[in-house]
């Protein structure tokens, strides 16, 4: 098969599928791994799909697109519920948590509303909304100033100096994309401020991404992976994001879309 045949050949698995390995694209077309790099690059240099560690995917926006709220509130519909339905698990009655903005934040914010004596912090319009119609009574919901973004987040200094005095239990973090280099990462260089006050401000940190956000990178990294205590993600996550989430964050949940989890490795 000519060079030009396997890439054709290639990029049509990529666009099926969404991802390959170059160790199954070597076994496939009986040719080496070096040859099938070589062919990824040459299509990742056309801009026709992204290169990955150990393999490609299809390409992703540019690190400073910023889809609307309700463009993403419509993709990953189950997963952003089983995500959210474990996420919910690790709230107790009485607790002090901020939810920062994002479809799956909202998504767990919806879980949250019969939580008694439950403070919620949040730069996120759609969760305050929610929670201010839907929630008890009994419950505290702390909405922080700032300038609006594309995705519904109120961001900039007024946001952080809101967040910078508080003391929080719990913060549930949503992100843009994730990888090992750059971590978790946002599009907005204010919203990635804020996000840090909101990291700086918990006891413990609470990741709440699904399988497509793995190899997206924002412009702004937020944190290091390093710095997540747990990381909640579906079962559609690749098994190489597995085996550097497993390294990196204190305890990786991979949660069924039906709702079921387990978790990977040990909790350090």
């Known amino acids: ?13 990529v666009r099926t599928t969404g991802g390959v390995r170059v160790t199954e694209l070597a076994a496939e077309f009986g040719v080496s791994d070096m040859t099938i790099r070589r062919d990824l690059e040459t ?9 990955v560690h150990g393999g490609a995917t299809v390409p992703g926006p540019s690190s400073t697109d910023e889809p609307g709220f309700h463009a993403k509130s419509v993709r990953q519909l189950a997963e952003k519920a089983a995500i959210a339905g474990r996420a919910a698990e690790l709230v107790r009655p009485g607790a002090a948590v901020a939810l920062s903005a994002g479809t799956t934040t909202a998504e767990l914010a919806r879980r949250l509303v019969d939580v008694p004596g439950l403070t919620v912090v949040t730069n996120s319009l759609p969760v305050a909304e929610i929670l201010h119609a839907q929630g008890r009574t009994d419950q505290t919901v702390v909405l922080t100033g700032g ?47 804020t996000d840090r006050a909101l990291v700086a401000a918990a006891d413990r940190l609470v990741v709440l991404a699904d399988h497509t956000k793995w190899g997206t990178v924002g412009i ?25 989430l497993d390294e990196k964050v204190g305890e990786l949940v991979v949660v069924a879309s039906t709702g079921r989890a387990t978790t990977e490795g040990t909790a350090r």
């Not at 299509?43 to 290169?51: C, I």
């Not at 549930?172 to 204010?190: D, K, Q, S, W, Y």
Request: charge should be negative; hydrophobic fraction near 50%; proline fraction near 4%.
């Open 1 to 13: 098969m000519l060079a030009r045949q396997r890439q054709a050949a290639i990029l049509d698995r």
């Open 43 to 51: 299509l990742h240099e056309q801009g026709l799909l992204a290169k």
């Open 147 to 193: 300038v609006r973004t594309p995705s519904n987040a109120l961001v900039g200094p007024l946001a952080v100096e809101a967040i910078r005095s508080l003391h929080l239990d719990l913060l549930f973090l949503g992100v843009h994309g994730i990888t090992e280099r750059a971590g978790f990462t946002t599009p907005n260089l204010m919203e990635a401020e």
């Open 220 to 244: 702004s990294s937020i944190v290091g992976l390093g710095a997540a205590d747990v990381l909640v993600t579906d079962d559609r996550l690749a098994p190489e994001a597995r085996r550097v």
